[in-house]
Every structure is written in C-alpha cells, then in structure tokens.
C-alpha cells in the first residue's frame, strides 16, 4: 500500500521533511513498479532509492553533528545498520530475486518507524540550529554549502 504523507510524518524541519517526502514518493514508486512487473523499473527505483536515503542520512548527520546533539553517534549507527540491511535487498536483488514487495513493506514500515521516534529526538536540538544558520547570514554560508554536498 502507498505512504500517504501525513502531518505525524512532518519534523517541522523544512529541508528534513523535504528529503522525508521525497524518499516516500521513491517508496511509492517502487511499489508502483513492483505492480507493474516490471524488473528494470524496480531496479532503477531501488538504485534511485539507495543513493537519495544515502544523501539524506549524511546531510542529517551534518545537521546534527553540526547542532551538537548528543545522540547522534548512535542515530548514525541505525542509519548505517538500515543501509546495510537494505544493501542485502539489493544484492538479492541483483542475484535474480523478487525482493520488492518485501523491500517495499520493510521501508514503509521502517520509514514511518524512523521518522516518528528517532527522529523527532533530534528534532529540537537541530530545529534551533538550523534558524539560526538560515538567519545568520555569515553562518548561512555553511546550510547552503551542506545542502549542495549532499544534494547536487
């Protein structure tokens, strides 16, 4: 079944929820492919898929590193364990099975999961740091340079 973005999803981070809505309509399209059995859709999906959450989680990374929330050597640590977990999807996938309705079930769930606990632990600390970046200009620089790192 389709993710339908909803407020519970929103951190209240407007990049955060940006890259949020982005990586479900890539769960969305998966599903769309998986429907269609369509093998290369599936797998251009989940290359799509793989190298955005892989932006994304760095970019949160900086964010939070960069606010100095105390938590976020282990918030890294889930991420790294759910790249991994999702590199075995892949790999399975290259080894000619049909993963994508299990992939697809196990990152709606784990998304929704992600967002609404982990997340939004982290949501205060970075929340102020990043008004103040966006309102300091000679700081700004760094959001702005974080931003293309991330997201060419």
């Avoid at 900086?62 to 100095?68: D, N």
């Avoid at 998304?111 to 970075?126: G, P, T």
């Amino acid at each position: 079944m389709a993710i339908t973005w909803t407020a519970t999803l929103e951190t209240g981070i407007e990049v955060i929820d940006a890259q949020h809505r982005r990586i479900v309509d890539y769960i969305n399209e998966l599903e769309t492919a998986q429907n269609s059995h369509d093998r290369g859709a599936v797998g251009h999906v989940l290359d799509e898929l793989v190298d955005y959450t892989v932006s994304h989680f760095g970019f949160e990374e900086s964010l939070q590193e960069e606010a100095g929330y105390k938590y976020a050597k282990p918030h890294k640590r889930v991420h790294d364990l759910f790249i991994k977990r999702v590199d075995e999807y892949v790999q399975r996938y290259r080894g000619g099975e049909d993963v994508a309705a299990e992939v697809h079930a196990m990152l709606s769930n784990w998304l929704i999961n992600h967002i609404q606990h982990d997340d939004a632990d982290y949501v205060s600390a970075v929340k102020a740091n990043v008004h103040h970046l966006t309102t300091n200009h000679k700081e700004g620089g760094w959001l702005a340079r974080t931003l293309k790192r991330w997201f060419r």
